[in-house]
């Protein structure tokens, strides 16, 4: 006699292994249409125009000037970075009116 397919996979039944697939398509359909709907509430960020980067880009390397002897292959100083990169993300942030 042959055994039962379904108590390989640790199923009582082939009712049970349905219901759990049936639980299973449900959750996955559920965080589906959670996600979209995050998704979908998320404001779309405006476009970043050429003129507004290269502005953000030449008023933060006024205020945080490159080092002299600057070569864009050698690590700089972390906190110059990081402070660099918030005032460009500000500049964005405010089109440029700082």
Avoid at 5 to 13: A, E, I, K, N, Q
Avoid at 41 to 67: F, H, M, V, W
């Amino acid at each position: 006699m042959a055994p039962d397919p379904d108590l390989r996979y640790g199923f009582s039944s082939s009712i049970e292994r349905r219901t759990r697939e049936t639980c299973v398509k449900k959750s996955l359909g559920l965080a589906t249409l959670a996600l979209s709907s995050f998704l979908l509430a998320i404001e779309p960020a405006g476009a970043l125009s050429a003129e507004l980067a290269r502005k953000c880009l030449d008023r933060t390397l006024k205020e945080y000037p490159r080092p002299k002897g600057w070569v864009p292959y050698k690590a700089g100083h972390p906190g110059m970075a990081l402070a660099r990169q918030a005032y460009y993300r500000d500049c964005i942030a405010k089109e440029g009116n700082i």
